[in-house]
């Protein structure tokens, strides 16, 4: 428990290193916001004061903080373990989930589940399993992705040797897997045939780039890749850590074009925003190049694998996607944030980009022309509209709107009214 009188801001200065922070005259005494407490789709800090969860707590949260279905699968749990090792053993609550993840695809098509920790470990599950499936199957020579421009695919190594953003990878691309980049399915189609011929796999986000600035891919685009990928005998990695659990308005995003991968890597919203769980579902041929001997084993896990917390809350928030007919009720709070949105009416206003529940408000000179790095114009916005009742975070002068699903058409609309209200102060 938290007790008033402890100094947190001051312990965080001192010892804390903060993910994606530049900490250099961040944070000076008293500007630190510590968050104790949620409700629903509303954070509260240290000091009592209220925000609506913006950006669902960098895109995990899908019914709200403290669901009370939710809380309570996490309590019977711990009422008998709280983690067990998957290294050879099972777990009934891994066993579940695993079963209810296969049942959204068609029988016969997505068969095997293997759990990690988070976004950046689904996708290096996939793409070892996408090389060493290559070394078992006779075509050893297949040791090549292809990736797009500014996507993003997590931070570990591997994962990150696959995204396109410059300014987070460039200094790491040569210590990772090797990736043809291309922008567009024109881009695709025209590669050259051998370097087709090399290629393990292609990996992509569905629908909507997220770290991209919120940028939604051409409607059909999805299906025409799976088509170039069967023509090709490339296999298919979609990337839905951001994407799944209904923030598209799906269950998955890859539905919305009838398009099944190879491999499908889940994290963020699987335990409704509550653990660290990720897992990467792929097809029964898949698994059946690595059963035999020792050598054609997948050598790879986590301490943590299919921890029975984690999928005992996994299951709760499918559960609560059932009861709660929650797919039913987005489109009315869909439509929600595109009307909150387009009423922020401001000369910086460049651009709204929405797919979902997933949106962004990009800022810029009324001439059209991007603000300067120095200007810090996104941050300035989400700094203002703390005193207005909202968090989020922005990418680059995007600003990040994406509220967990819970969120009522009046919530989001107060919260677009916040966001207007800081982009007027700065702008």
């Not at 609506?52 to 403290?66: A, M």
């Not at 777990?91 to 990690?116: D, I, Q, W």
Request: net charge negative; aromatic share 8%; with cysteine.
């Amino acid at each position: 428990m938290t007790e008033p009188g402890d100094n947190w801001g001051a312990w965080d200065r001192q010892h804390c290193w903060h993910p994606f922070t530049q900490h250099a005259g961040w944070a000076s005494e008293g500007e630190e916001l510590i968050l104790v407490r949620g409700e629903g789709p509303w954070l509260f800090d240290a000091e009592g004061r209220r925000y609506f969860d913006g950006n669902s707590s960098i895109w995990t949260n899908i019914h709200g903080h403290r669901h009370p279905r939710i809380d309570a699968a996490l309590r019977m749990q711990l009422d008998e373990v709280a983690h067990t090792s998957f290294l050879g053993f099972g777990n009934p609550r891994a066993a579940e989930l695993a079963k209810r993840l296969t049942a959204f695809f068609p029988s016969g098509s997505l068969e095997r589940v293997f759990f990690s920790d988070d976004g950046s470990t689904a996708v290096e599950v996939a793409v070892k399993m996408a090389i060493q499936f290559r070394q078992q199957s006779g075509e050893p020579e297949r040791v090549g992705f292809i990736a797009f421009e500014n996507a993003y695919h997590g931070d570990t190594m591997g994962a990150a040797s696959l995204g396109g953003v410059s300014f987070f990878f460039d200094r790491f691309r040569s210590f990772g897997f090797r990736a043809t980049r291309v922008t567009s399915l024109a881009d695709l189609r025209a590669l050259p045939a051998e370097e087709v011929a090399r290629a393990a796999a292609i990996v992509l986000e569905p629908l909507i780039q997220g770290v991209n600035e919120m940028r939604p891919w051409p409607a059909g685009q999805l299906a025409e890749i799976r088509s170039w990928c069967d023509g090709h005998g490339v296999h298919l990695i979609l990337d839905e850590v951001m994407t799944g659990f209904g923030r598209t308005g799906t269950m998955f995003a890859c539905q919305q074009e009838e398009v099944i991968p190879d491999f499908l890597c889940l994290a963020k919203g699987l335990t409704g925003g509550y653990l660290p769980l990720a897992a990467t579902l792929t097809t029964g041929r898949v698994f059946d190049a690595f059963l035999g001997g020792r050598e054609r084993t997948l050598n790879y896990g986590h301490s943590y694998t299919a921890n029975q917390l984690g999928c005992a809350a996994a299951l709760a928030s499918l559960r609560v996607f059932e009861e709660d007919r929650v797919l039913e009720k987005l489109p009315a709070r869909v439509e929600a944030l595109a009307q909150g949105l387009r009423a922020i009416t401001h000369s910086s206003v460049h651009e709204v980009r929405q797919c979902g529940l997933i949106a962004g408000l990009e800022l810029r000179q009324e001439s059209g022309k991007r603000f300067s790095a120095g200007e810090r114009m996104g941050e300035r916005v989400c700094s203002a509209a703390r005193a207005h009742g909202l968090l989020t975070r922005p990418i680059k002068d995007t600003i990040v709107m994406m509220p967990p699903l819970c969120s009522t058409e009046a919530e989001i609309a107060e919260a677009c009214a916040a966001l207007g209200r800081a982009v007027k102060e700065v702008g």
